[in-house]
């Protein structure tokens, strides 16, 4: 079942802009991951925030989340066309188990 | 280097034929899971195995099966009971904190 929905679906922006997309999620959750796909390719883990943590940095990514209003947001400050990906937000609803959203396509225009 | 290496990348099923997708890891990771995506789509979970000789069925488990003989090695197999098997297959593993590492995926296109 998909537990995580992004928003904005897509996201176009000149590069050196931020870009911001949100997670809305329904159930309670342990933590709340983010990845990266590059078009035809495998996801990369970009980070993971605990349920205890209100937000997290990773060089130019920053996580918030709200476990009171089920979302969480990220952050991705000056882009740059290497940024243009999907993005996904993915919950442990069950052990073992994440739940991805349908994500965010991002493209940064030169 | 570690990683995860899926094969084929590529695939082509004619009607009626089973297909087996590899997947490999040499991260020592005991979980390993299968999950398919459709265009658009975020990631369905088909099966996944937290340890050798045991699997469980994900949200889309009908019409594939697994087998999960050695740690390093958890292999799907789309069988001809899937009646839509045209996607992006993608493998995955992961240690205890629970962040996945994935494979470059397989794309499968039923003719």
């Known amino acids: 079942s998909q537990q995580g929905e992004e928003d904005p679906q897509a996201l176009s922006i000149q590069e050196g802009e931020n870009a911001t997309m949100n997670c809305s999620y329904k159930?309670?959750?342990?933590?709340l991951q983010w990845y990266r796909q590059n078009s035809g390719r495998g996801l990369v883990h970009l980070i993971l925030i605990r349920s205890n943590e209100r937000e997290k940095h990773s060089g130019r990514l920053r996580v918030t989340l709200d476990t009171s209003k089920k979302s969480s947001s990220l952050l991705i400050t000056a882009s740059r066309a290497a940024d243009t990906a999907s993005y996904f937000c993915?919950?442990?609803?069950?052990?073992?188990?994440?739940?991805f959203g349908a994500g965010t396509t991002v493209t940064v225009r030169a | 280097d570690g990683g995860i290496t899926q094969s084929p990348k590529y695939l082509f099923r004619k009607e009626g034929q089973n297909v087996t997708l590899s997947c490999e890891q040499n991260?020592?990771?005991?979980?390993m899971y299968w999950y398919r995506q459709d265009p658009g789509q975020g990631l369905r979970l088909i099966y996944y195995s937290q340890i050798v000789n045991d699997f469980q069925k994900g949200d889309i488990a009908e019409g594939y099966s697994v087998s999960r003989e050695k740690k390093e090695s958890f292999p799907l197999t789309v069988t001809s009971a899937q009646k839509n098997p045209t996607a992006f297959y993608l493998c995955?593993?992961?240690?205890?904190?629970?962040?996945?590492?994935f494979g470059e995926g397989s794309r499968l296109t039923v003719l």
């Open positions: 159930t309670s959750i342990n933590n």
């Open positions: 995955a593993s992961s240690h205890s904190t629970g962040e996945l590492f």
């Open positions: 991260l020592n990771h005991d979980a």
């Open positions: 993915a919950t442990d609803a069950d052990d073992y188990k994440l739940s």
